[in-house]
């Protein structure tokens, strides 16, 4: 099979990665900070030390503040409504955004707790700093924005809309599900309050493990409530983190896997990057060249190539080269429903090729060459 649909999870696991999985379930299954004999508190010290590459990673000065949940989706749930503190906050964010953004706030919309401001995005399909400064208002208290869009791959300026969300004193959150392990991030130059991200794209860890990373003063409140080993005398959640926000007991492997996955992409992230970019360059070239394709994405470093043949449906498209040529990627609306409602795309969605630095120039031309067939029949 042709995997190319690793913006959804990359298909390639470091062997280094699955040996850690299986270490994990084999030696150390056991619950950190549940007890104090020796397993226990060495997969403790195993859980701090990944917090600690997490905190090196995005420059969190404190990796306390490095919290696991469930997936992407947990920690952005957990940041925003965690962070919502009256009745009647405005906050700020994009059409571009994906569903685990988007049904948190719209749920907060449809309770009356919150103002929504959505933007739509510019003629370079990206968020400017400006239309962030400019849709901002007393009442704002958060902006929440995907670093690179599922859909384009369009890349906000991180740095400039940082700066504007510092000036005007409201948080911003970052949803970096499609930057990690493909764009460096710096919470402290970027002035970012809370950044959230899977394990298992493009740092290629596995999946069942999410992180929210935040600064000391923009805590969220915690929204699940359990056990968590410390003050089991209270029936009030622990105030600390990480314990506030991870209550019952964590995913072990998944945590210690995203560890050695953050070892093996610092050792060979320059190789894969490169590899990536040599993908998906030709894939636009070669999209490009073929009668009745259209590209809807731009250009990124993300490896998302995102397209349309004349007036197929997406997900027929998909189907087919699923069944006639090994190929898998992602058809429809990629959870992104009012990103498509911008292009003009949601009857049909947009066929999505998302590359890794694993996927070579040979699958590449087997893609293209499917496509080329494809479009005669449409």
Known sequence: MIYFDNAATTFYKPREVAETVLETITRYSVNPNRSFNALTT??????????????????????????FGLNCTDAL???????????????????LEHNSVMRPLHRLQEKVFIKLNIINPDEKLSISPQAIDAAITPNTSMVVLSHVS??????????????????????????AAQSIGYIPIDMEAYNVDMLAFPAHKGLHGIVGCGVLCFKDESAPKPVRFGGTGTQSHLLTQPTE???????????SPAILALGTAIDWWCANKNNMLKQMKLVQSTLVEGLSEINGVKIFSVANNSGIVAFKIKESDSAEV????????GIALRGGLHCAPLAHKFLGTSHSGLVRASVS???T??????????????????
């Open 357 to 359: 630095g694993q996927n």
């Open 42 to 67: 060495a997969l403790s010290e195993k859980i701090l030390a990944t917090r600690r590459k997490i905190a090196e990673l995005v420059n969190l000065k404190n990796p306390l503040n490095a919290v």
């Open 241 to 251: 983190s990480p314990e506030a926000y991870e209550s019952g007991t964590v995913n």
């Open 77 to 95: 749930n957990l940041a925003i409504l965690g962070s919502v503190r009256s009745k009647g906050e405005n906050i700020v964010t994009s059409a």
């Open 150 to 175: 599922n859909v384009t791959g369009a890349t906000i300026d991180a740095l400039q809309i940082g700066q504007v969300c510092k000036k005007r004193g409201v948080k911003f959150l970052l949803d």
């Open 318 to 325: 998909c189907d087919l080269l699923a069944k006639n040529y």
């Open 361 to 378: 120039l040979s699958e590449a031309y087997i893609f293209l060459n499917a496509i080329a067939q494809l479009s005669k029949q449409y």
